[in-house]
């Protein structure tokens, strides 16, 4: 596609619930990052992808989030038993090299409410 | 770590008058530094990025930055505001396999 494509916009979920958020980045972007925006704060890093390899998921603030990348392209960011802080937006980005230099190409999020 | 530190959640400037957002780098070495902005309901989309070529950098819709290492500062700037620079403009720095943003700067434009 054109750009990063993230689905859903919006997401509201039960307190306890499992969510699963969708990133399709540009064809052919070697990185994929996930970052999570919580209200009135910039975005916080959550983990890095080069292809299909995790080679960093040291942001990912505990053990119910889970990303996978299992063909180097559509990237999936799953929080299990979801928890009201979990509320912010999720955005993914790629990049083309797999040697960053931080022009990174964003999608418009996945808004996540918790109840 | 390499952070950044923008201050002043929220900017009002008239249209025409000059937009100034300010911010501040920590890095022991040299930094690659960003300015991304955020239109409503789009992306993050890269501005401008200093990458040690030159200090003065030059970014779309008339936008530029000067890194100033004596400040450590990587400053913001446009000569007139116009009503369609009203967004959230976010200062980055890159290492270790990523960015690290600020807290983001909410810029609007009074007519």
């Known amino acids: 596609g054109a750009g990063v494509s993230q689905s859903p916009r919006y997401k509201v979920a039960k307190r306890g619930q499992d969510v699963a958020l969708r990133c399709d980045p540009i064809?052919?972007?070697?990185?994929l990052f996930w970052y999570q925006q919580a209200l009135g704060q910039g975005p916080e890093f959550l983990t890095y992808f080069q292809n299909e390899a995790q080679l960093d998921k040291s942001g990912l603030p505990s053990d119910r989030f889970f990303a996978e990348r299992p063909e180097g392209s559509v990237s999936t960011l799953k929080i299990q038993r979801t928890q009201q802080e979990d509320s912010a937006v999720y955005l993914c980005?790629?990049?083309?090299?797999?040697?960053?230099?931080?022009?990174?190409?964003f999608g418009e999020g996945s808004r996540l409410t918790v109840l | 770590a390499q952070s950044v530190t923008q201050l002043g959640s929220h900017v009002s400037v008239s249209e025409g008058a000059l937009v100034l957002l300010r911010c501040n780098y920590s890095?022991?070495?040299?930094?690659?530094l960003f300015w991304y902005v955020q239109y409503p309901n789009q992306g993050l989309q890269l501005l401008l990025k200093y990458t040690s070529a030159a200090t003065l950098v030059k970014g779309i819709n008339g936008f530029e930055a000067e890194f100033k290492k004596s400040e450590t500062s990587f400053h913001l700037t446009k000569p007139s505001a116009h009503m369609s620079d009203a967004a959230e403009y976010f200062c980055?720095?890159?290492?270790?396999?990523?960015?690290?943003f600020g807290k983001g700067n909410q810029v609007v434009v009074i007519p």
């Open positions: 980055a720095t890159y290492g270790n396999n990523r960015l690290a």
């Open positions: 890095s022991s070495v040299p930094p690659y």
């Open positions: 064809s052919g972007h070697v990185s």
């Open positions: 980005a790629s990049s083309l090299v797999s040697a960053n230099t931080g022009e990174l190409f």
